[in-house]
């Protein structure tokens, strides 16, 4: 097992992970360092658990945020989808269609960015 040394909010961890991980840990720990590094300017030095787990916290709160986003776009999707089906495709406008093609492809990308953020977070 490779270890790696990652800083979060100027102070250094030593952890290891499986190998070919690393891009994926580097990831997750600059997201917790995004988060630990302002939180340490605006309160001062933090004992390492605090700081760690408001820095935690924080991101758990995104992610929350980004799984109800999702959750109201694809019910959003689901229902134009339904309507689609009522209506059929030869009666929607092309900016509708335009639309509802971009809402896909946002529910795509926020679907995404959430399976990455939690396969980091846990």
Do not use: W, Y
């Not at 709160?61 to 109201?72: F, G, P, S, V």
């Amino acid at each position: 097992m490779p270890d790696l040394e990652i800083t979060i909010a100027d102070r250094k961890f030593l952890v290891n992970c499986q190998a070919g991980e690393e891009p994926f840990l580097e990831a997750a720990a600059k997201l917790l360092d995004d988060e630990a590094t302002p939180l340490q300017a605006k309160v001062g030095r933090l004992p390492e658990v605090r700081m760690l787990l408001m820095a935690g916290l924080m991101l758990a709160d995104k992610t929350a945020t980004l799984e109800e986003d999702l959750r109201r776009t694809k019910a959003r999707i689901a229902e134009m989808e339904r309507l689609l089906k009522q209506t059929g495709a030869a009666d929607l406008s092309v900016g509708a269609q335009d639309a509802l093609a971009s809402l896909a492809h946002i529910a795509a990308v926020a679907e995404a960015l959430a399976d990455r953020l939690d396969a980091h977070l846990t």
